[in-house]
């Protein structure tokens, strides 16, 4: 399976796409011109729980431990 074949990669592209249109966000979010159905907190869930991004975020993962050395470099 390639990753344009990938449901779970298909997922995660379509997300990252609504977090990345800001025309979308508009139209959608904040003046609700379309029939779309999504919202900010949708997305954010569609990455954590339907393209099982939340195995990413968790303690001891590459990326747990990338936004703990982030967060130490931008500390005072």
């Known amino acids: ?13 379509d997300r990252m796409e ?3 249109d800001r025309d979308f966000q ?3 979010w904040v003046r609700a011109e ?5 919202s900010f907190t949708e997305v954010v869930c569609g990455i954590y729980d ?4 939340r195995r990413y ?3 001891g993962s590459p990326l ?3 936004a ?8 005072p």
């Open 1 to 13: 399976m390639t990753r344009s074949t990938d449901p779970l990669y298909s997922i995660l592209r």
């Open 18 to 20: 609504e977090l990345t």
């Open 34 to 38: 379309t029939e779309a159905v999504s």
């Open 57 to 59: 975020a968790e303690p």
């Open 64 to 66: 747990d431990r990338a």
């Open 50 to 53: 339907d393209a099982g991004g």
């Open 26 to 28: 508009e139209r959608c």
């Open 68 to 75: 703990r050395h982030g967060l130490r470099e931008f500390s």
